[in-house]
């Protein structure tokens, strides 16, 4: 089966550089809510790319639970592979698909840990589930079974039982501080609209237009 035969032929509008906001993280905003206007399942799904001290390349899919003038924040486990590689090399590489609207958003730039009192905070605000399952799983590390889990789960929900689930030291945020910022729109024959902000000091921004 040839792949190519059933690619989506892109017909949607372009962009063009005097549709952008002069702020990428506003423009990243107006895009998000077009995502969730026009229904895309978790538009907050990212792919984020690290490496290790050794340049090992790997990546996985996250949730921005954040969007701020700093930047954009996601929540791991301090003993993750995301995290030892982020403490080895603290950069890393977003990437938001929207393939509903025929757009992507890559972003890449500087990770540091974001205080644990927001850590706490957002914590705070997710289901009890959530909470625990935090507690409950050593992330990436190889289980006997799905029966360990579960297991481990009913131990955190007796050891807490009703009342507080408090964050877990293992556990809390990043924010990702971008340099460039690249919005993509396919647009018919795959010459599609690329434009880039790149920083230039702490709050301007240069838009160049890259070849698709």
């Not at 993280?25 to 895309?40: C, H, P, T, Y």
């Not at 090992?56 to 639970?65: F, G, H, N, Y």
């Not at 190889?142 to 689930?165: N, P």
């Amino acid at each position: 089966m040839s792949i190519d035969e059933i690619r989506e032929r892109y017909s949607r509008a372009g962009l063009n550089e005097t549709d952008l906001n002069p702020d990428p993280i506003l423009q990243f905003e107006q895009w998000f809510q077009d995502a969730g206007a026009a229904g895309v399942f978790e538009p907050g799904a990212a792919c984020l790319a690290t490496a290790s001290r050794e340049a090992e390349p790997s990546a996985r899919m996250v949730l921005l639970k954040g969007v701020e003038s700093r930047g954009f924040i996601f929540f791991t486990n301090y003993g993750s592979p995301k995290a030892r590689d982020l403490a080895e090399n603290p950069r890393a590489a977003l990437v938001v698909a929207w393939v509903e609207l025929a757009r992507q958003i890559r972003i890449s730039g500087s990770v540091e840990p974001i205080s644990r009192e927001e850590s706490h905070r957002y914590f705070e605000s997710r289901v009890a589930g959530s909470r625990l399952s935090a507690w409950a799983s050593h992330q990436s590390q190889v289980i006997d079974s799905r029966q360990v889990l579960e297991e481990r789960m009913r131990d955190f929900q007796a050891r807490f039982g009703d009342g507080d689930i408090p964050l877990p030291p293992f556990w809390g945020g990043y924010c990702l501080s971008p340099g460039q910022i690249e919005f993509w729109q396919g647009r018919p024959d795959r010459l599609n609209d690329r434009l880039r902000y790149r920083r230039q000091a702490e709050t301007e921004w240069v838009v160049e237009r890259l070849a698709p």
